[in-house]
């Protein structure tokens, strides 16, 4: 079992920054990926960035690429999703994902509890 807790949304103006966290623990996430997706009021849900835990690889959506970057800690077992220049357009519900690499991210066992961002223009 692995437990997620998201944490660093908030309500912040067109064009500023914030970076989300998301803590893992529970057992060790080698040869896990770890995901961030969103959900806006009334949409699917959308990837947003995935890393491979073990070899930092990353991916991140077409979307939110270039102002968007996901990294991780080790020794914090954390991954971060670092957000520049937000557009009222990212305003989501952003949820951390994580389940073993053979799974695909969108398919994950383990889901946080969301943290609210809210981009006002």
Same mark, same amino acid.
């Not at 690889?57 to 270039?66: E, F, H, L, M, R």
């Not at 220049?85 to 389940?99: G, H, I, M, Q, R």
């Given at each position: #079992? /692995? #437990?997620?807790?998201?944490?660093?949304?908030?309500? /912040?103006?067109?064009?500023?920054?914030?970076?989300?966290?998301?803590? *893992?623990?529970?057992?060790?996430?080698?040869?896990?990926?770890?995901?961030?997706?969103?959900?806006?009021?009334?949409?699917? %849900?959308?990837?947003?960035?995935?890393?491979?835990?073990?070899?930092?690889?990353?991916?991140?959506?077409?979307?939110?690429?270039?102002?968007?970057?996901?990294? %991780?800690?080790?020794?914090?077992?954390?991954?971060?999703?670092?957000?520049?220049?937000?557009?009222?357009?990212?305003?989501?519900?952003?949820?951390?994902? *994580?389940? *073993?690499?053979?799974?695909?991210?969108?398919?994950?066992?383990?889901?946080? #509890?969301?943290?609210?961002?809210?981009?006002?223009?």
């Amino acid at each position: #079992q /692995v #437990q997620l807790v998201e944490s660093g949304g908030g309500l /912040v103006q067109a064009g500023d920054s914030l970076r989300l966290s998301c803590a *893992a623990s529970g057992r060790t996430v080698i040869n896990y990926h770890m995901g961030w997706f969103r959900q806006a009021p009334g949409k699917e %849900r959308e990837f947003v960035a995935a890393i491979n835990w073990s070899f930092g690889s990353t991916s991140v959506a077409d979307s939110v690429k270039g102002r968007f970057t996901i990294s %991780r800690d080790n020794a914090k077992n954390t991954v971060y999703l670092q957000m520049n220049n937000l557009k009222p357009e990212d305003t989501a519900v952003y949820y951390c994902a *994580a389940d *073993a690499v053979v799974v695909p991210i969108a398919n994950a066992r383990y889901w946080g #509890q969301g943290t609210q961002v809210t981009v006002s223009s």
